[in-house]
């Protein structure tokens, strides 16, 4: 286990362990659809199939925490059709082991989702509303969950249990603070010189043309709800616009600015009441000859604001007690109150500064209460178009002229774009998600998208256009450039190990790098989370094997991101000490460590769940 750690404790990663080990049970698995027709299924556990839009749905679910990102789709469908083989898996293993989830508690937890929540409750009609535009009924929806915290107890049950030895705790604070020298020369990467040839511009073209393919792109067609739209079509009269200005007046209002400073003379165990009082009326009577903060700073009992003559700031209503807040609220600028009683002892309390409050008139808000007016008024309709609009859509799949009628709602088209780029509205990342899903592809309206909390799109297909590879006379350039850089590239890495074959044969790496002109640079007392260097480097030089004597370095080449190659010597490994810092945090790292070998043992025994359940992947999954 600790090799396994040592293996990924890589820079900050290690204490990544320390802080949030452990991650949750994925709730987006276990998709049990119905209806399967005469479907081939792509795979199944025991008597359980899935199927293509199963995988379909799982994927669409597993790329959202891509987005953005740069990947291969058909990778990411065969770990989604993983997921629900490994969480069939694991419910089947559950059931069998007599776990169950109750509908009560199911329940008591889907209300706890922030997606069903308004103002931080649940919302019966949000609830059903977005099970509607998922296409999801209550009764499946409750299953899913429920499955999801079947699964859930028992991987509870397996990481909960574990725990960390002292002897785990040390080796691991070993490994973590482990330092480490070395040498190294870095190999630049030289511009290539000679033009490739016509024949290694072709071969090149034909061996990487996945580079030079445009993407699949698509054009959509959509109608758009809009919040803001249909707040204009609100009419608005002078007698509700008064009206609602008189009910929201408050936000048309700047509120009073009370600056004010005190002098404390403290009840306690050295001074009673009636002592105190007496020192706050001699100190009211000196105020005739004396500045306030001067006087405050001289004998106020409130030594941190006597420093700043008994300045308290800005006054702001229900911080202080109700007796001080009534007096500092009653004076005028400038004016000191009497001797007022409080839980501390008594106060003279001066306002220093007042702003009053001030609302602004109707004429002055008129333009910013009329969109506000509107907006307010609009809110009703359109959660109840967008409710029809999901209802409309869904049950009229295969056009939007109908939702577009009966909402009165324009039908727009966008350009070409692809998935990961596009313009005017495609390029919201969701739009461009639901323009490539599987069921807008087949010919399908899309589920309602909301764009912020203002705006709902249905959109569908409207042109298609596969990908496609560049001609060669259109990206000759790009394939030059290519070609010369990888040329250049094999060249340093060439270099760098002739470097390395030399200083393996025992010659000192300083010695070779001076007969090539190149600079020697030391690296001392490196660790795995506090260095200078590059990642990739610093990654290397922990992952290397140590010396295997003294004198006796470990010699190995590096390709950075840039194309550099770095020829590495590593002279000396020391063991890690646990800092004082560490040891404040041993509690944090026994509970932390607990909880990844209990990570790692569930892993272990899902796999050997898995391994011996009766598995069948019958077809691979398609790409989108």
């Known amino acids: 286990m600790l090799t396994t750690i040592r293996e990924k404790a890589q820079g900050a990663f290690a204490w990544i362990i320390l802080v949030v080990i452990c991650v949750p049970f994925a709730l987006w698995g276990i998709q049990n659809y119905v209806d399967t027709g005469k479907e081939a299924p792509v795979a199944s556990v025991g008597d359980k199939d899935f199927y293509q839009r199963d995988v379909n749905k799982a994927y669409e ?52 989702l922030p997606y069903f929540q308004t103002d931080g409750k649940f919302d019966d009609k949000r609830y059903k509303s977005l099970l509607t535009s998922q296409r999801m009924s209550s009764a499946e929806f409750v299953n899913k969950i429920k499955s999801a915290l079947i699964m859930e107890q028992f991987q509870r049950s397996i990481i909960d249990s574990s725990f960390a030895t002292q002897y785990a705790i040390d080796n691991f604070f070993k490994i973590q603070n482990q330092q480490r020298d070395a040498d190294y020369v870095t190999v630049a990467v030289e511009k290539a010189t000679l033009q490739p040839s016509d024949q290694e511009i072709a071969s090149y073209y034909q061996q990487h043309q996945a580079e030079y393919k445009l993407p699949e792109q698509v054009s959509v067609e959509y109608v758009e709800l809009s919040l803001e739209e249909i707040a204009k079509k609100i009419d608005v009269t002078d007698d509700k616009l008064r009206a609602y200005y008189e009910e929201q007046k408050e936000q048309y209002s700047t509120p009073e ?78 004016e000191v109150s009497k001797p007022v009683k409080s839980s501390f002892g008594y106060h003279l309390i001066k306002v220093t500064e007042l702003v009053p409050s ?74 461009r998600d639901a323009a490539f899903s599987d069921e807008v592809l087949q010919g399908n309206n899309s589920v309602p998208i909301e764009l912020g909390t203002d705006r709902l799109v249905v959109l569908r297909l409207l042109e298609r256009k596969p990908a496609a590879v560049r001609e060669l006379s259109n990206v000759k350039q790009d394939v030059i450039a290519a070609l010369s850089s990888d040329k250049a590239r094999q060249q340093a890495i060439e270099k760098a190990n002739k470097i390395k074959l030399r200083v393996q044969a025992g010659e000192t790496i300083q010695k070779v790098a001076a007969d090539l002109k190149l600079a020697v640079k030391e690296a001392t007392g490196l660790t795995r989370s506090k260095n200078t260097l590059p990642e990739q480097l610093n990654d290397a030089i922990f992952k290397a094997a140590k010396p295997v004597a003294a004198g006796k370095a470990t010699t190995f080449v590096v390709g950075l991101s840039t194309g550099e190659q770095v020829v590495v010597s590593l002279k000396k490994v020391a063991a890690g000490i646990m800092s004082d810092e560490d040891k404040k945090q041993m509690e944090l790292a026994k509970k932390n460590l607990a909880k990844a070998f209990g990570q790692s043992e569930f892993n272990a025994m899902l796999a050997s769940l898995q391994a011996n359940a009766d598995v069948s992947i019958k077809t691979q999954p398609k790409p989108q």
């Open 358 to 431: 001030e609302v602004k008139s109707f004429d002055t808000v008129k333009g910013e209460a009329t969109k506000a007016y509107q907006k307010a008024q609009a809110e009703n309709a359109f959660y109840e178009a967008g409710e029809k609009l999901t209802e409309m859509s869904y049950e009229n799949p295969d056009n939007l002229q109908t939702v577009s009628e009966a909402l009165a709602l324009g039908i727009k088209k966008t350009g070409l774009f692809a998935k990961h780029k596009g313009e005017g509205v495609a390029t919201e990342q969701k739009i």
């Open 257 to 334: 600015r009370r600056k004010i400073s005190h002098i404390l003379f403290a009840v306690n165990a050295k001074t009673d009441d009636k002592t105190a009082l007496a020192k706050a009326v001699k100190a009211q009577q000196d105020l005739k000859g004396k500045d306030f903060s001067a006087l405050a700073a001289e004998v106020s009992d409130d030594k941190l604001t006597a420093k700043k003559g008994g300045d308290l700031g800005l006054f702001i209503v229900g911080s202080m007690e109700k007796s001080f807040e009534e007096a500092a609220s009653a004076l005028k600028a400038g």
């Open 61 to 112: 679910q597993y790329a959202q925490n891509f987005q953005g990102m740069t990947v291969d789709e058909q990778l990411l469908k065969q770990q989604a059709l993983d997921k629900l083989i490994k969480d069939e898996v694991l419910l089947q293993h559950a059931h069998t082991a007599g776990l169950v989830a109750t509908d009560s508690s199911t329940r008591a937890f889907i209300e706890t």
